[in-house]
C-alpha cells in the first residue's frame, strides 16, 4: 500500500508537470478537493472537482508559464503521502522566475488523489498526516 501511494504520487507530480489536462484529471478522483492556505498565494481558495482543478491551472496560466512542481521528499502516511515540494514558475509579462517551497498532504483513494491541502511548514504538514519530523 505504501510504496503504491508513493508510486501514485511520483506519476501524479509528472502529470502535473506535463500541462495535459487529461493527464491531470486522470490523477484527481473526481471529488478532488485542494486547499491553498492565503499565506502561500495571491489566489487562496478550496479547489474542488475536474472544474476546480481546471480553475487553478486557469489562474496560473494567466500570469505564469514554465509552472513545475517537484516533489523533493516523499513520506507515506496511511492513505496519505506527505510531500516537500519546490514549485518554479516564471512570470509571464516579467519574465521574473519565482520559486515557494511548500508541504503538502495528499489523499489517496481508488489509486487517485482526493484531496491535496498545502502547508507553509513541513512540520505542520507532518503533524496533519499524523507524523513527526524523525518520520
Do not use: C
Not at 498532504?105 to 513527526?132: C, H, K, M, N, Y
Amino acid at each position: 500500500m505504501a510504496q503504491d501511494n508513493i508510486a501514485v504520487m511520483r506519476a501524479g507530480f509528472e502529470a502535473l508537470n506535463s500541462g495535459e489536462e487529461a493527464r491531470i484529471l486522470a490523477f484527481a478522483h473526481p471529488d478532488f478537493e485542494a486547499v491553498v492556505p492565503p499565506e502561500l498565494s495571491t489566489e487562496p481558495d478550496t479547489y474542488r472537482g475536474h472544474d476546480g482543478i481546471r480553475r487553478y491551472f486557469k489562474l496560473f496560466d494567466d500570469a505564469m508559464e514554465g509552472v513545475r512542481f517537484e516533489a523533493e521528499r516523499l513520506w507515506e502516511a496511511g492513505d496519505s503521502v506527505v510531500a516537500v515540494v519546490r514549485l518554479t514558475a516564471r512570470g509571464k509579462t516579467t519574465g521574473i522566475r519565482v520559486e515557494q517551497r511548500i508541504a503538502q498532504v495528499w489523499t489517496i483513494r481508488d489509486g487517485r488523489a482526493i484531496r491535496a491541502q498545502t502547508f507553509p511548514e513541513l512540520s505542520e504538514a507532518l503533524a496533519e498526516a499524523g507524523l513527526d519530523e524523525q518520520s
